[in-house]
């Protein structure tokens, strides 16, 4: 069946190390990938965009990978702050047809002072 | 810039009634999608309005519907509400289908 499925477990980690969330995927081919963030009772914030054609993209303190071969993208985030802790969510849009996003479950981060 | 702002924020239901939710899209924006989010998980795609028409939708009953209007402004409408329609609703905006989506806030409904 067609799935995508990020760490299920929260992810806790200390204040300036480099968090690393993953997003796994089967069954689907998309043209790209994106992540946001969630913050507890709010909607989702969109952070980056990576398509099939592009390995990596950087946007400040964020970095997201994405291997095709492997149906896995990286989200990474270094120097963490406190202020990072939040759910973190991966979305395809499985057929590419326009807006029709699957996401994962998210990933719960806490960034410890 | 007004982003996508969605009304009301909580909502309280029984059983077999019917609800309404509104979404005013990200100015500039033509395309509406509609996400249940149950606690814990990943949003789901309800359905999406592109130039007043239902271009797609995702594995939800009849029970949910929806309706774009010509100044892009949404509304989902759920008949029947049941226990399990319990969740945050959200609406996303986008200026076109497949490009970037822009949440709103949400809506907490809770079905008693």
């Known amino acids: 069946s067609q799935k995508i499925e990020q760490n299920s477990e929260a992810l806790n980690i200390q204040e300036g190390k480099t968090a690393t969330l993953t997003c796994n995927y089967t069954?689907?081919?998309?043209?790209?990938l994106q992540w946001y963030r969630q913050d507890p009772g709010r909607g989702p914030v969109f952070l980056l965009l990576?398509?099939?054609?592009?390995k990596e993209k950087r946007k400040e303190r964020l970095k997201v990978t994405f291997d095709t071969t492997l149906k896995q993208s990286l989200f990474h985030i270094t120097a963490s702050q406190p202020a990072d802790s939040a759910t973190y969510l991966c979305a395809l849009d499985p057929y590419n047809q326009g807006g029709k996003l699957i996401f994962g479950q998210g990933t719960e981060l806490s960034v410890k002072p | 810039d007004a982003g996508v702002t969605q009304s009301p924020t909580h909502l309280i239901k029984t059983r077999g009634q019917q609800v309404t939710l509104r979404c005013s899209p990200k100015?500039?924006?033509?395309?509406v999608s509609w996400y249940q989010q149950a606690l814990g998980q990943g949003p789901q795609f309800i359905f999406q309005y592109y130039e007043e028409e239902e271009r797609q939708r995702g594995n939800f009953p009849d029970r949910f519907s929806g309706h774009q209007f010509p100044n892009y402004s949404s509304e989902l409408n759920v008949n029947a509400l049941l226990l399990g329609d319990s969740a945050l609703y959200l609406c996303?905006?986008?200026?076109?289908?497949?490009?970037?989506?822009?949440f709103g806030p949400g809506t907490r409904l809770l079905v008693l």
């Open positions: 100015s500039g924006h033509d395309t």
């Open positions: 996303a905006s986008s200026w076109l289908p497949g490009e970037t989506q822009y």
């Open positions: 069954n689907y081919s998309p043209a790209y």
């Open positions: 990576i398509r099939e054609n592009e």
